[in-house]
């Protein structure tokens, strides 16, 4: 069943539309905004596509920069040996997963893939993709089960081990962010 999901930004200016299917994971997301922390302001456009194999593992990953005709392409082996743009690309070696800084789906794709339990912790190494900069490069971020999924969704908690932000995710029952406080918020379906 494919699902249709709007985020926007909480403090700033950003909107996305993502159509999504599970079981494996397809998603196709759009994200239009300014980009933050820049002057003067820049406005931007993207689509990411991301393509899981049966075990949620991540396979492939792109995005496209409408406004600056740029695209990363990204492809995973199963084994932890990623492609970028066609070439190897040692310095992602050992992700699992990618990390899109412009939206907050990305945060499903380990929720879902890994076995949760109340309290469980699970640090993860994610090619994480910096918009609009068209960036990716390797970081850890760790994830710990609050309350686990079940048919009234869930709760777990995020932290980048690099820049120490924290965030409590409540997900839907298919493992979808609801609410990213003070980041992002969910106005549709």
Not at 15 to 23: I, P, S
Not at 107 to 132: A, F, H, M, Q
Request: glycine share 8%; net charge negative; with cysteine.
């Amino acid at each position: 069943m494919q699902r249709h999901i709007v985020w926007e930004l909480v403090d700033g200016v950003s909107t996305e539309h993502l159509t999504v299917e599970f079981d494996p994971v397809r998603a196709d997301g759009v994200v239009v905004g300014v980009a933050e922390g820049e002057e003067p302001k820049e406005p931007f456009r993207v689509r990411y596509r991301v393509q899981c194999d049966e075990s949620g593992m991540v396979e492939k990953a792109n995005i496209d920069s409408f406004s600056e005709n740029s695209r990363i392409e990204l492809e995973h082996d199963g084994n932890g040996n990623w492609t970028k743009n066609g070439e190897p690309a040692p310095e992602l070696a050992g992700c699992k997963d990618v990390d899109i800084a412009v939206t907050p789906f990305t945060n499903t794709i380990p929720i879902r893939r890994l076995d949760w339990e109340l309290g469980k912790r699970e640090t993860i190494s994610v090619v994480y993709l910096d918009v609009p900069a068209m960036t990716a490069k390797a970081v850890e971020q760790r994830y710990t089960c609050l309350e686990p999924l079940d048919s009234d969704g869930g709760l777990f908690r995020y932290e980048s081990l690099e820049s120490e932000f924290t965030a409590e995710l409540p997900v839907d029952t298919d493992g979808v962010v609801l609410d990213y406080p003070s980041v992002f918020r969910r106005i549709g379906v």
